[in-house]
């Protein structure tokens, strides 16, 4: 899994390392855990979300937000 964001990043002049690299690997580990397949994995293409606010006010970011 790690080798695979590694790859899609290798030839980036800048990369941001939690959103390009850490909080793909952990929700895909989360996956995989779970028993989500590949293919559905939603991390696997992720869209670069603007902050949102959760009903507490608080911002939540990622490809994860809470509606």
Do not use: N, Y
């Not at 790690?2 to 850490?22: G, K, T």
């Not at 992720?46 to 939540?60: K, V």
């Amino acid at each position: 899994m790690a080798h695979r964001l590694l790859d899609r990043v290798e030839h980036q002049a800048h990369i941001d390392l939690i959103a390009d690299f850490a909080a793909p690997l952990t929700f895909r580990l989360i996956c995989a855990v779970l028993g989500v397949p590949e293919h559905l994995d939603t991390a696997s293409t992720p869209p670069r979300a603007e902050p949102s606010a959760s009903p507490a006010g608080s911002p939540i970011t990622g490809p994860w937000k809470c509606s």
